[in-house]
Nanobody, 126 residues
Framework: QVQLVESGGGLVQAGGSLRLSCADSGRTFSTYTMGWFRQVPGKEREFVAAVSWSGGKPYYADSVKGRFTISRDIAKNTVYLQMNSLKPEDTAVYYC???????????????????WGQGTQVTVSS
């Protein structure tokens, strides 16, 4: 059973930084592609970043490239999202997700992920 728990959200001023964490209580974390998505009320959940199960090149949405970094610590069963130079438009609930398929290129669409965390709120004030 995969259980994903996000933490690290909060309120930050524009230009600031936050680091989100997603801990997986399961024992197969190292074989899953891990992704981050975000959602604001009334809009679709959108892809933010992902890293494949093999630890290859991460993928990012254009809107966060150069500002966000996804990384994973296999020993801690944890994936991180370092968010720098935050903007008010980054305000959303951020979700961690896991994809069981061992694809070479990490998935970037919501429907390809099998497990989801409960989400953590990130609010960026102007």
């Amino acid at each position: 059973q995969v259980q994903l728990v996000e933490s690290g959200g909060g309120l930050v001023q524009a230009g600031g930084s936050l680091r989100l964490s997603c801990a997986d209580s399961g024992r197969t974390f190292s074989t899953y592609t891990m992704g981050w998505f975000r959602q604001v009320p009334g809009k679709e959940r959108e892809f933010v970043a992902a890293v494949s199960w093999s630890g290859g090149k991460p993928y990012y949405a254009d809107s966060v490239k150069g500002r966000f970094t996804i990384s994973r610590d296999i020993a801690k069963n944890t994936v991180y999202l370092q968010m720098n130079s935050l903007k008010p438009e980054d305000t959303a609930v951020y979700y961690c997700a896991a994809d069981r398929r061992r694809t070479v290129v990490p998935a970037t669409t919501r429907g390809e992920y099998d497990y989801w965390g409960q989400g953590t709120q990130v609010t960026v004030s102007s």
